[in-house]
């Protein structure tokens, strides 16, 4: 009797059937990895010109994208549902073709070949384990597809176990696991074959917050001892600037901003970025000087950027970058509107002139009780150092 398996489950065992590449011990193989970080010109992942679109052409979900990740980083694919970041990894694992451009991974183009040809393996949101397969028949089943010995199959199997530190589990079925438990098997087993690219779309998404937050720091060990690059999917903000070494902000089919998560964070390129990584303050102005701005209730500010004048622009400002202070002070006037108490922070929001509304975040390092109350009326300060000035 034949058995269908699920859409990711036929992916892994596809994946599975790739040539074997040389194994890569762990420890060992993230040091070398890290020993030549030094050149990490080299790139892993060089995707170019990359179209694809739906629905007859309908829909275009990929519109002339281009990236260069670098061997050994670990790389984030950051935007809203639809963006196109998914579909991106799907063409480089091979799960679907693009209409124009190419992928190559280390040089060797990939374009017609299927995934089980790829030097890619990929880790599913779903997790994708076999649910009757034990623990070590997981790991171990693409090494069996690829025709390893059993001495090699039962040493890489050990050793990914204590690699996601699942020793002593290696008889249970994933029904008899967390959740999290069941991710660090479909990590193990999609590292058992030593890939030289890791591909994960959003694979902390089912999980709960704390172990969400306790599996970012596992995967960012775990792409440290090994060594090799880690793509990686997601639309949230905070798991992209914790875990990557840089970030792919995405919406429309489009990379808005490639950067570290500092220059992402602090240096936003668009409106769309600083409006989606994170929280920011966005205030429409026009520029009457070098450095100084008109807002559209007619108060001023000055920046730091300069440029010519006459140009309709948005600046930001981070919530934490602005400060409360005593009316009458340098700043913006206005009347605080509501106050949110958020544990380790106070969020204040103020209404300044022409309806506009700002928020300001404070740390609670002397505790919960806030500096102002609503309705009150306070000056808003914002630094020209930390008021970045962005194109319409």
């Known amino acids: 009797m034949s ?15 790739r040539p074997a590449e040389p194994p890569t011990p762990g420890r060992a193989g993230g040091e070398a990895a890290r020993a030549s970080r030094g050149a990490a010109a080299e790139v892993a992942v060089d995707c170019r010109g990359l179209v694809k679109s739906f629905a007859g052409g309908a829909v275009r979900a990929l519109d002339g994208v281009s990236v260069a990740i670098k061997a050994n980083e670990f790389f984030t694919l950051l935007g809203p549902s639809g963006c196109g970041k998914t579909t991106l990894l ?10 124009a451009g190419s992928v190559a991974v280390y040089g060797q ?33 693409g090494l069996e597809m690829q025709r390893r010995s059993r001495r090699e199959i039962d040493a890489r199997v050990a050793e990914m176990l204590a690699l996601v530190k699942l020793e002593g589990m290696e008889k249970r079925k994933p029904a008899q696991l967390s959740g999290g438990q069941q991710q660090r098997v479909a990590l193990a087993r999609a ?8 591909l994960l779309d959003e694979p902390l998404s089912a999980l709960d917050l704390k172990l969400r937050t306790d599996m970012q720091l596992e995967l960012k060990r775990l792409q440290a001892e090994v060594g090799i690059t880690f793509v990686f999917v997601t639309h949230d903000q905070h798991e992209a600037l914790t875990m990557s070494d840089r970030i792919a902000v995405m919406n429309r089919g489009k990379i808005l901003q490639i950067g570290t998560p500092e220059e992402i964070y602090e240096r936003p390129a668009a409106r769309f970025v600083a409006d989606f990584i994170g929280e920011t303050n966005l205030l429409p102005a026009t520029r009457i000087g070098e450095r100084r701005f008109r807002l559209a209730s ?6 730091a ?26 700043g913006l006037a206005g009347i605080v509107e509501q106050i949110v108490y958020e544990g380790t922070d106070t969020t204040y929001h103020v209404l300044i002139a022409g309806g506009l509304r700002l928020r300001l975040r404070e740390q609670n390092r002397e505790g919960s009780r806030p500096r102002v109350g609503t309705g009150e009326r306070v000056a808003v300060a914002l630094p020209a150092a930390a008021i970045r000035v962005l194109a319409e």
């Open 3 to 17: 058995v269908e398996l699920p859409r990711t489950m036929r992916a892994s065992a596809a994946e599975a059937r």
């Open 90 to 99: 799907r063409l480089i694992a091979g799960f679907e073709t693009q209409d």
């Open 109 to 141: 183009l990939l374009d017609g070949l299927p995934p089980f040809r790829r030097p890619v393996n990929t880790v599913f949101q779903s997790y994708a384990v076999f649910p009757h397969l034990t623990v070590e028949e997981n790991i171990a089943f």
């Open 191 to 198: 590292l058992a074959t030593a890939p030289r690219v890791l």
């Open 298 to 303: 007619g108060e001023e500010l000055e920046t």
């Open 305 to 330: 950027e300069p440029g010519a004048a006459g140009e309709a622009l948005t600046l930001a400002i981070r919530p934490e970058r602005a400060s409360l202070a005593p009316p009458g002070d340098p």
